[in-house]
């Protein structure tokens, strides 16, 4: 992107940041690079790639694109979100001890309950990220990692980056924060202070639900150097053509979160009005508890919804049984809107004491409002909601 006197605006910067262009063409966008070996003119001396676990140029040029929109040093894709959290875990000693939410994505809570404790010795500490004094009380002598999700997956609960990212520090932790649900486009968590921002580009930054990625952003060059070491070695790269397809969706991602949202404020308040609704949990409602902090903190409050219905798992699945526009399936972030029951998709590998006491009931649904339009989104919920 050319050099211009003001910084370009995040919406430009989806498009231009990077230097993406390809140098030896002009393409505007760049080639797929699938070779994994690269020729060398003479021993000891490359051209800049050597081997493409290390580095690849369509790879390169995503990365480049990421860390310009988290304001990060580096950024350093991988093969799923769970592949970049698993690095992230590989920056800790064996004994090691991090703070995480109780109430977070189901895949991050098996690797830190059943995986990391049972193969590295980690010891984790499940507690209410939003609130700062649960987490000072949970840090000890060797807590090394704070790992934050904000909005949480599924309450939509808010936590308060400046603040936790600024007690982390005090005690010599590293902050992390899952930011798959608001994307650099509502929320840039380094730039409040926090050390390293992870995303599941398998959501919203591909957001055509055809590609499986993750990414880390780290806020400084030794981390940057360290994540990227650990995931030469430990082998979770993305592959170009994923690489490709990402950066391709990152085109239009200021476009649709701007459509996502409008679409979510929109179902959230239809949702809050209706009689068999008995709360709904979005952080753009007025009466959402964490709505001021997301106010401060967000530019937006993204196209993730949940909300409870009357009548438990029954009324729940029948609900679901009668959408027509609204796909039943897993994941989020696509164009698509997609409806899933927590209980037994996305947070199935919790035990059912430990989501009940997460607020994750039987009659949780949650929704990813994708972009379609929006009264046809509100028809669908009639439909779906109206007595049988």
Not at 130 to 137: S, Y
Request: charged residues 20%.
């Amino acid at each position: 992107m050319a050099k211009t006197s003001r910084k370009p605006a995040l919406a430009t910067r989806c498009i231009h940041a990077g230097d993406t262009v390809d140098p030896a063409t002009g393409a505007v966008m760049p080639p797929i690079h699938t070779s994994v070996t690269y020729a060398q003119p003479e021993l000891g001396r490359d051209l800049g790639y050597v081997y493409g676990r290390a580095s690849n140029p369509t790879r390169d040029a995503v990365e480049r694109c990421l860390a310009d929109l988290e304001g990060g040093t580096r950024a350093l894709a991988f093969a799923s979100g769970m592949a970049a959290t698993a690095t992230v875990l590989e920056l800790l000693d064996a004994g090691s001890h991090l703070i995480a939410p109780f109430d977070g994505y189901g895949g991050t809570y098996r690797i830190l309950s059943e995986v990391r404790p049972r193969s590295a010795g980690l010891a984790v500490s499940f507690v209410d990220c939003c609130d700062l004094g649960a987490i000072e009380r949970a840090i000890r002598p060797a807590t090394k990692l704070l790992w934050l999700e904000t909005p949480t997956n599924p309450l939509l609960r808010i936590q308060d980056l400046r603040a936790a990212a600024a007690l982390a520090r005090r005690h010599g932790v590293i902050t992390v924060v899952d930011n798959t649900f608001a994307t650099p486009i509502l929320q840039r968590p380094l730039e409040q202070g926090c050390d390293i921002v992870m995303h599941s580009a398998t959501k919203y930054l591909g957001g055509h639900s055809d590609v499986l990625a993750g990414f880390l952003v780290a806020g400084t060059a030794e981390l940057g150097e360290r994540l990227h070491l650990l995931r030469s070695m430990a082998g979770g790269v993305a592959g170009p053509f994923d690489s490709y397809l990402i950066l391709r969706g990152i085109k239009t991602l200021a476009l649709r979160m701007e459509r996502h949202c409008a679409n979510a404020q929109a179902l959230a308040g239809y949702l809050a009005g209706h009689p068999r609704v008995r709360r709904v949990h979005y952080p753009g409602l007025a009466d959402h508890p964490h709505h001021a902090l997301a106010s401060r903190q967000m530019d937006g409050y993204g196209g993730m919804l949940a909300f409870e219905i009357e009548g438990g798992a029954g009324a729940a699945r029948a609900f679901l049984d009668r959408l027509e526009v609204f796909t039943l399936a897993e994941s989020l972030g696509g164009v698509e809107s997609l409806a899933g029951y927590p209980a037994t998709m996305s947070h199935s590998a919790m035990p059912a004491e430990q989501r009940r006491s997460a607020g994750i009931g039987d009659d949780l649904l949650r929704l990813s409002v994708g972009i379609e339009d929006p009264d046809d989104l509100l028809a669908d919920l009639a439909r779906a909601l109206a007595p049988a």
